[in-house]
């Protein structure tokens, strides 16, 4: 079967040539479906209820658990869901690193981060006073790892890293850089948004603390992310939101709390989201990542080679970079191509991708980026450059 058929938003008439997967994929047939079945004829709350279908519901609720479990190799009640990659790295921030680091010490992160692993860190440095540090990228664009080497040091509490950047695309060496931080007993946190629905995670493998990701940017539901922690972790950590679910007992004067991982998912779950994300899993697990990652890796190459052939072309990925390809024309502003290309029925992100530091790094005030996924084709990659070449045209 071919991989754009699983995708019904490549169905309707005139759909847009869709190569914003950076931002957000497009959801599977199956996710789908099991969205409107949760969310309809089959929804009730779970972990509550003792009928029947309160129960099937638990059921495949923790289901999806333990395929995500399995998906990074992590193990029993070490995966928390969340609202996506920026809540999860929030919940650590405010229950893991703000409770227990001291004013004297440092958290690193690098250059290349989101955002979502850079604002949060200034938020616990300015309620310590404690260091926020930044490892630069070399020549090709990965974590300078002799830089990391000397900026890492035993005063380092955490250290928070992209695995691959949205910007840049490339698979960064996150093992390298654990190493580093566990020389220096440094706790670590990888940011896996851009990662899982390329390479194979393999939490244990990584011996990496806490991994984050977001269900939307794998072929799942908006709204739902996980945070893996290791169980002793987990098990330190005091719950960010405080409600009902996420306790063991209740009096009027104190509370004790359920045991990770529902410690940490007070109130009412996104429950269709969390059944419906399992198809999302089923469909990485079934095409395997191999194939996708073959499929994306031949396409971008493509991309490469046809964005090579227009003059002034300015690349910021390097040419290693999975499913992301992010680009310059000189002297042209990237938002004026991205409008004309919105004309042309091309579906871009033009701007700096919520990663304005490394926009700094590269001094560049902004690109465009396209993000290639499974569903798209060769076709789209010809449509995309033609429409290109047309605005460049009328833009000079
Ligand atoms: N980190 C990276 C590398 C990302 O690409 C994104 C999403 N653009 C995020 C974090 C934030 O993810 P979310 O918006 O799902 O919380």
């Not at 990391?148 to 950047?165: G, K, P, Q, R, W």
């Not at 490469?304 to 910021?316: A, R, S, T, V, Y």
Request: with cysteine; hydrophobic share 45%.
């Amino acid at each position: 079967m071919n991989l754009r058929d699983e995708f019904p938003f490549f169905a309707q008439p005139n759909a847009p040539v869709f190569l914003d997967s950076g931002a957000s994929t497009q959801k599977t047939k199956s996710v789908l479906d099991a969205l409107a079945r949760s969310n309809g004829v089959e929804h009730s709350s779970v972990h509550r209820g003792n009928y029947a279908l309160s129960r099937k519901n638990t059921d495949a609720f923790e289901l999806t658990r333990n395929l995500v479990t399995q998906f990074v190799n992590a193990q029993k009640d070490e995966i928390v869901f969340t609202a996506g990659t920026t809540a999860s790295i929030n919940l650590v921030a405010y229950s893991f690193v703000l409770p227990n680091i001291q004013d004297h010490q440092n958290i690193v992160i690098t250059v290349a981060e989101h955002h979502a692993n850079l604002v949060i860190w200034q938020r616990i440095t300015q309620l310590t006073g404690c260091e926020l540090r930044f490892i630069e990228l070399d020549a090709q664009g990965q974590f300078d790892l002799i830089q990391a080497d000397n900026l890492i040091d035993e005063d380092t509490f955490l250290v928070s890293m992209t695995h691959v950047s949205n910007v840049l695309g490339n698979l960064q060496p996150v093992k390298d850089l654990i190493d580093i931080a566990k020389q220096n007993q440094a706790y670590t946190l990888i940011d896996g948004a851009q990662a899982v629905s390329h390479v194979d995670v393999d939490v244990q493998f990584l011996d990496v603390d806490f991994y984050v990701f977001s269900a939307h940017k794998m072929y799942g539901p908006t709204g739902l992310g996980v945070l893996f922690g290791k169980n002793e972790l987990l098990n330190s950590m005091p719950p960010l939101i405080y409600g009902g679910a996420m306790v063991a007992s209740v009096s009027r004067k104190q509370t004790t709390f359920a045991k990770p991982p529902h410690r940490f998912e007070a109130g009412t779950a996104p429950i269709s989201s969390v059944i419906a994300f399992a198809h999302a899993i089923e469909f990485l697990n079934e095409h395997t990542l191999e194939e996708i990652q073959n499929h994306s890796q031949q396409l971008t190459d493509y991309t490469f080679e046809q964005l090579n052939q227009i003059k002034d072309i300015q690349f910021l990925s390097p040419k290693t970079s999975m499913g992301i390809v992010a680009f310059n024309i000189k002297d042209i502003h990237h938002a004026d191509i991205a409008m004309l290309l919105d004309e042309q029925n091309i579906a871009l992100r033009s701007g700096i991708f919520c990663a304005q530091v490394l926009f700094d790094f590269y001094e560049l005030k902004g690109a465009l980026r396209i993000g290639i996924a499974p569903y798209n084709t060769k076709q789209d990659i010809d449509l995309f450059i033609t429409a290109l070449k047309k605005s460049i045209e009328m833009l000079s």
